[in-house]
């Protein structure tokens, strides 16, 4: 137990007074509230008071600062006792922990970035811990600071998988400076938790999974100081021993308590009681001052060095083009880092991995926690994070994106592999769900490119954009319809066909933009002229180019994707019509449950192909004439 030096007894005593004080306080602003987890703060209370006064490193007064030693609540319903924690320290004034889950207050439920003393939001559990690896592979390896990661875990959330898979990466990648702390208090929600007071087996499954692992009375400061010194080599876990409820007579290690506040009179006299366990100590803590090694990072203006060099009708997939756009931008932007998931070869992500190979993550087959690692990794704007997988994969994820949200985390996701046109693999590999899920997410910008410029630029471009941005790639290779100098933006579409005298505006995507343009062909020679628009962005959509041209060709309207119908490209444009007059939106999409095929045969199967879009556009135009 090298560098260990005992604290004296005052010090001991100080930090047991803080823990009761954390108590106090957060049973006062739940029962202020009328609702919260005071039970779930008590448990951990000791836990607290050693971590923020006595182990980690920071300046209260400056939350964010990037030297500062990261902490993450994963157990977010206990975060009362965070906020306690930040009043103790002077950081928020004592008052406004009685303003807890009120609408005016930043103090919310569960923490959230609003909170600067928050990095990333919790509270759907099982997240915290991945988030913590991304923070500590960042320290670690790319910032190459002092600066330690701290992670509170409840011993309910020790069932999800999201928390193993986190746990074999933080082994893999060797994070020395990472700490997860488990906070056994045997006690869920509606019933105990698995393993109860098993501390042995938490050890044993930690020490498994290639973590050093301790097992501590998690109210005795003392054990906790000594613990939380111990010399490192690999992560730590301390299993540390509670009891849910602590300091509550009528709760401690009782059911039914989990996410009730104390009735008022209840309060006062454990308040009180509390109040006669503090003990009268001169001694005031104050964190320990980091070390200021970490470099300072901008991450404004990343461009790419020149523009696409691609030729018109050169044949490329936009899931290569994502590969080759992301290795240029990282070729001059060092803090562009790339995740995937063991999907590197399919996505091309491989491109940017062979020229910065100490800048590519990866994740392996572990796609929650690629997202958890990815929104730690972009923590505090110290890098720009890209991440890829088949974009249906990235449906097991789900919950980690809505929560990257809540987290207002600026990450990118690239999903390949979308849609039935990747062909003979089946419906388990083809993506047709991404765009209705990231289209639901409020912060996210949803990039659908059809050649290679224009995936160039929305790699560029998401770089850039706040928030979460997916950009939707596939496997066939398309030719390039645009010149290098074409000027992209965010909610802006694009008319890539048309005449004079269009009869029907046709909106595509991806593939079905180039079957909408040999259709194009295939009706000139009919001549039937349609207008084709490349919307770019399926999120934000560009409503007002739409409309315009729309208004050129009658109304008519027909809009195809490689997608489901529900939530998709037809939707997004529906949506945009909605409350507009004299429009008629036809939809071309996949209908129900695919199979193996080769691509043109499942597009023509959907009905997504030329000749689908075709007749649509002829039956759409007799069925006009004929109302006249």
Known sequence: MENYHKPDQQTLQALRNIANRLRISSIRATSAAGSGHPTSCCSA???????????????????????????????????PVLYAVWAEVGYLKESELLNLRKIDSILEGHPVPKQQFVDVATGSLGQGLGAACGMAYTGKYFDKASYRVFCLLGDGEMSEGSVW???????????????????????????????????????????????????????????????LCQSRHQPIAIIAQTTKGKGIPVAEDKMGWHGKPLPKDMAESVIKELQSRILSSSKRLYPPTPTEDTPSVSLKNIRMPSTPSYKLGDKVATRKAYGMALAKLGRYNERVIALDGDTKNSTFSE?????????????????????????????????????????????????QLRMAAISESNINLCGSHCGVSIGEDGPSQMGLEDLAMFRAIPTATVF???????????????????GLCFIRTSRPENAVIYNN???????????????????????????????????????????????????FTVKPLDSKTIIDNAKATKGRIITVEDHYYEGGLGEA????????????????????????????????????????????????????????
């Not at 000791?46 to 990261?70: A, G, Q």
Request: hydrophobic fraction near 40%; include cysteine.
């Open 165 to 227: 898979e986190a746990m074999a990466f933080a082994s893999y990648y060797q994070l020395d400076n990472l700490v997860a702390i488990l906070d056994i208090n045997r006690l869920g929600q509606s019933d105990p938790t698995p393993l109860q007071h098993n501390v042995e087996k938490y050890q044993k499954r930690c020490e498994a999974f290639g973590w050093q692992a301790i097992i501590v009375d998690g109210h005795s400061v003392e054990e906790l100081c000594k613990v």
């Open 45 to 79: 209370a000791e836990i607290m008071s050693v971590l923020f006064f006595h182990t980690m490193k920071y300046r209260p007064d400056d939350p964010r600062n990037p030297n500062n030693d990261r902490f993450i609540l994963s157990k977010g319903h206990a975060a």
């Open 351 to 399: 491109i940017f991995k062979n020229e910065c190979p100490n800048r590519y993550v990866e994740c392996y087959i572990a796609e929650q926690n690629m997202v958890s690692v990815a929104v730690g990794c972009a923590a505090r704007d110290r890098n720009v994070v890209f991440a890829s997988t088949f974009a249906t994969f990235f449906t097991r994820a789900y919950d």
């Open 485 to 535: 100098n074409e000027d992209f933006h965010v909610g802006q579409a694009k008319v890539v066909y048309k005449t004079n005298d269009d009869h029907v505006t046709v909106i595509g995507a991806g593939v079905t933009l180039h079957e909408a343009l040999s259709a194009a062909e295939q009706l000139k020679k009919e001549r039937i002229n349609i207008r084709v628009i490349d919307p």
């Open 573 to 628: 444009v529906c949506s945009a019509m909605a409350g507009e007059p004299g429009f008629t939106v036809h939809q071309l999409a996949v209908a129900h449950v695919p199979r193996s095929g080769k691509p043109s045969e499942l597009l023509k199967l959907f009905g997504i192909d030329r000749d689908a879009i075709a007749q649509a556009v002829r039956k759409m135009l007799s069925t006009t004439t004929n109302a006249k």
């Open 448 to 466: 659908y490119p059809s050649d290679g410029v224009s995936t160039e630029k929305a790699v560029e471009l998401a770089a850039n954009t706040k």
